[in-house]
């Protein structure tokens, strides 16, 4: 298996940037598809960025195209999302998540994912 720690949340404000990191440990990192999911306060968790085992793929949620960006870098057992251009709708709490490679062809739903970091938190004023 896989443990994941997110970091890199914090308070910006509109217009402002962020980059929230994954870093793994465990079981091989480049054995995994990752994902970014995000829970606004009384809100469903939501897929927002994914990227495939060998970052040679990246898909992304039709709210955040164009303003973030998923990657990864396997040697260094990290993934990255880099949010630019922030909204106060981008307020919430961001996890990142591990699927299996092979499993599943460009996950967007939790159930595809097995091992979640424990989140970081995002607020963005207006």
């Known amino acids: 298996q896989v443990q994941l720690l997110d970091s890199g949340g914090g308070l910006v404000q509109a217009g402002e940037s962020l980059r929230l990191s994954c870093e793994a440990s465990g079981r091989a990192f480049s054995d995994y598809t990752i994902g970014w999911f995000r829970q606004a306060p009384g809100k469903d968790r939501d897929f927002v960025a994914g990227?495939?085992?060998?970052?040679?793929?990246?898909y992304y949620a039709d709210s955040v195209k164009g303003r973030f960006t998923i990657s990864r870098d396997n040697a260094k057992n990290t993934a990255f999302l880099q949010m630019n251009s922030l909204k106060p709708t981008d307020t919430a709490f961001y996890s990142c998540?591990?699927?299996?490679?092979?499993?599943?062809?460009?996950?967007?739903?939790?159930?595809?994912?097995?091992?979640w970091g424990q989140g970081t938190q995002v607020i963005v004023s207006s």
């Open positions: 990227i495939t085992w060998d970052g040679s793929t990246t």
């Open positions: 998540a591990a699927s299996p490679r092979g499993t599943y062809n460009y996950p967007v739903e939790e159930a595809a994912y097995d091992y």
